[in-house]
């Protein structure tokens, strides 16, 4: 087996993983990322037991059990480059032995949760309410640094491409689809499914103008009355497409749930965001061990 170089695979003094600073047994083959560092402790506080806790930089991680099980909560921070990290770091840590720096011989699969904040495109999904992404598509980029054609959906892409007149100095829009075993685990009838977008920015890659002019201003409008078989993008955020895309190479399952607290198409904006993320938050944990 090739032997991974102490520059690509980076560890720290004390053995573990460069960024995250977790070691193999830190961490629960079912994990739920959040961005917000301050989340962790609000799904935790859920737990019937904590076993580890740590942070380093925008990275807290927390392993405990829920209703039995063994859960893994992350904090990934804002945006598909910070998605990068975690990502091969969370599958370099049950998948490669640090001792030998070599890919193990028998593969771990990971259950990726995502709990995150979003904007609705759509007004009919109001703020406040679940949205759980079917599919993500990236306008970010960062999969097509990997050898990703095998995973993707072109004709979504290239429908979108031509719907919006895609400017050719963006990368490519690129489509992935959740795990079909997760979104039946964690769907019901409360729950919107959608298509989540992945911007690589909040403001103008979002299409918000404070004082700098954006490529597109009608790119918003033309995203959210595009359809593809009969399938809207429902919300827009920065991490979901990410997070499929590489769970899909690396072979882990992922979905995304949205918790909407704000609507593009409406204006509206909840009332009480802190409350509507609690209750997905317990609505996950619930779907996740029933």
């Given at each position: 087996m090739t032997k991974i170089a102490a520059s690509e695979l980076i560890l720290n003094p004390d053995g573990?993983?460069?960024?995250?600073?977790?070691?193999?047994?830190?961490?629960?083959?079912?994990?739920?990322?959040?961005?917000?560092?301050n989340r962790v402790p609000k799904i935790t506080?859920?737990?019937?037991?904590i076993e580890f806790d740590i942070q380093k930089r925008e990275f807290r991680t927390i392993t405990g059990t829920f209703?039995?099980?063994?859960?893994?909560?992350?904090?990934?921070?804002?945006?598909?480059d910070n998605i990068d990290i975690v990502m091969n770091e969370i599958?370099?840590?049950?998948?490669?032995?640090?001792?030998?720096?070599?890919?193990?011989?028998?593969?771990?699969?990971?259950?990726?949760?995502?709990?995150?904040?979003?904007?609705?495109?759509?007004?009919y999904i109001p703020v406040?309410?679940?949205?759980?992404?079917?599919?993500?598509?990236?306008?970010?980029?960062?999969?097509?640094?990997?050898?990703?054609?095998?995973?993707?959906?072109?004709?979504?892409?290239?429908?979108?491409?031509?719907?919006?007149?895609?400017?050719?100095?963006?990368?490519?829009?690129?489509?992935v689809q959740n795990s079909s075993?997760?979104?039946?685990?964690?769907?019901?009838?409360?729950?919107?499914?959608g298509v989540t977008a992945t911007a690589v920015g909040f403001y103008g890659p979002q299409g918000r103008i404070l004082r700098l002019a954006i490529q597109d201003p009608e790119l918003n409008h033309k995203i959210d009355n595009f359809v593809y078989n009969d399938v809207k993008i429902t919300n827009l955020e920065m991490e979901t497409?990410?997070?499929?895309?590489?769970?899909?190479?690396?072979?882990?399952?992922?979905?995304?749930?949205?918790?909407?607290?704000?609507?593009?198409?409406?204006g509206d904006f909840s009332e009480n965001p802190g409350k509507a993320v609690e209750e997905l938050i317990v609505y996950t944990l619930d779907k996740l061990t029933s």
């Open positions: 573990s993983i460069y960024h995250l600073n977790l070691k193999p047994e830190h961490i629960a083959t079912d994990i739920i990322f959040v961005g917000d560092q506080k859920h737990f019937d037991s209703k039995g099980k063994r859960i893994t909560i992350i904090s990934t921070g804002i945006g598909p599958d370099a840590l049950v998948n490669i032995d640090f001792e030998t720096r070599t890919a193990k011989k028998e593969f771990t699969q990971l259950n990726i949760v995502r709990i995150g904040t979003s904007g609705s495109l759509q007004d406040n309410s679940f949205v759980l992404a079917k599919y993500g598509i990236g306008f970010d980029g960062v999969l097509h640094s990997y050898d990703c054609k095998d995973i993707l959906n072109p004709e979504f892409e290239d429908a979108f491409i031509k719907h919006t007149n895609w400017s050719p100095r963006k990368a490519r829009p690129y489509v075993e997760l979104e039946n685990k964690l769907k019901s009838d409360s729950i919107f499914l497409s990410a997070i499929y895309g590489l769970s899909k190479l690396l072979g882990h399952n992922a979905c995304s749930m949205n918790c909407i607290i704000a609507n593009r198409a409406t």
